[in-house]
Nanobody, 118 residues
Framework: QVQLVESGGGLVQAGGSLSLSCAAS????????MGWFRQAPGKEREFVGR???????DYADSVKGRFTIARDNAKNTVYLQMNSLKPEDTAVYFC????????????WGQGTLVTVSL
């Protein structure tokens, strides 16, 4: 059974940057696409971006040009670099192992809170 553990959340001022990590264990990490999602208070969980096993990426329009996803298969880790953060980026961020080429998550991490202040 795969396990995903996010880290790196915290408080940052608007315009600042933050980097999240997601460490995977229990399954051949390099074979799977990985995704990042977020859930703001009172809102549904939404897709942020994903990275294929070949390291191709795509992003939600709301974060395109500001967020970057990368992976290090040797470390079984996927990263989310967030720049030019806005208060509306405040949310719990989750990484997930995706099903095939879809955006559907098969396994979720526990989430890490990112708070962006004015």
């Amino acid at each position: 059974q795969v396990q995903l553990v996010e880290s790196g959340g915290g408080l940052v001022q608007a315009g600042g940057s933050l980097s999240l990590s997601c460490a995977a264990s229990g399954r051949t990490f390099s074979n799977y696409a990985m995704g990042w999602f977020r859930q703001a208070p009172g809102k549904e969980r939404e897709f942020v971006g994903r990275i294929s096993w070949r390291a191709n990426t795509d992003y939600a329009d709301s974060v395109k040009g500001r967020f970057t996803i990368a992976r290090d298969n040797a470390k079984n880790t996927v990263y989310l670099q967030m720049n030019s953060l806005k208060p509306e980026d405040t949310a719990v961020y989750f990484c997930a192992q995706l099903r095939g080429t879809t955006r559907a998550a098969e396994v979720w991490g526990q989430g890490t809170l990112v708070t962006v202040s004015l």
